[in-house]
């Protein structure tokens, strides 16, 4: 290897300590024009030892290369997320979730999906997943179904404005549980470009680009 031959002054700690923490294509390259011009001339470098050296130094110069390339990549990837997710604002969608957002007294609204007939009941929970009302809906096809909330709890008591929680259970004729997949359904009304990927807001509940279900655009 190179390193045994670049003179009494030279030892691992050094190269440590004037490489940082990786050796880099032109330290290697350094190193080995060094030991070319301190070999013994008695005892020159082989020819094999040399070329296995400069191959070496080939693929480490080519993996620099590599690592340059994705970085590109991958920013060019990110720029494109978050351009992509400009597009949404104003646009309406429905998005993997079991949230709702209440406010200024108007009602909130949430969707689900069934696949099969099911006897369905909507609870309605705060953000720190207490309790706040039950929403009867009855037996339900199979298919999308969105429901409504008033704001108000099980006391009569209007809530106050926030993000909600909610969940479905919904029960066939045998009293099993059928399956759901509840959604999120409103307006992107801004987005957020922080962080490692874009963020949108309906209704201030955070969606990421990957639950987005479906998008609908205003026709208003």
């Avoid at 190179?2 to 032109?26: Q, V």
């Avoid at 609870?123 to 720190?128: E, F, G, Q, R, V």
């Avoid at 809906?137 to 909600?164: N, R």
């Amino acid at each position: 290897m190179i390193i045994d031959t670049l003179g009494a002054n030279y030892t691992p700690e050094a190269a440590s300590e004037s490489s940082g923490k990786e050796l880099g294509k032109e330290e290697f390259l350094t190193l080995l024009v060094t030991q070319m011009q301190n070999q013994d001339p008695l005892n020159p470098m082989e020819g094999t030892e040399y070329t296995s050296q400069l191959a070496q130094f080939s693929s480490l110069e080519q993996l620099f290369n590599i690592d340059e390339t994705l970085g590109i990549i991958k920013s060019g990837q990110n720029q494109g997320s978050n351009y992509q997710a400009l597009d949404f604002i104003g646009k309406e969608i429905s998005a993997k979730g079991e949230e709702l957002s209440f406010k200024n007294k108007e009602t909130a609204t949430g969707s689900f999906t069934i696949q099969e007939a099911a006897d369905c009941i909507v609870t309605i929970t705060d953000s720190k997943g207490n309790f706040i009302r039950n929403i009867p809906l009855g037996q339900m096809p199979p298919g999308t179904h969105g429901f409504d909330w008033d704001g108000y709890a099980e006391t009569g008591k209007m809530q106050e404005d926030g993000i909600y929680g909610f969940e479905i259970i919904a029960m066939d004729k045998n009293g099993q549980i059928v399956p759901v997949e509840s959604k999120i359904m409103g307006k992107v009304d801004r987005v957020s470009l922080e962080g490692n990927s874009p963020i949108l807001y309906v209704d201030e509940i955070p969606v990421s680009i990957s639950q987005v279900m479906e998008i609908r655009v205003n026709k208003d």
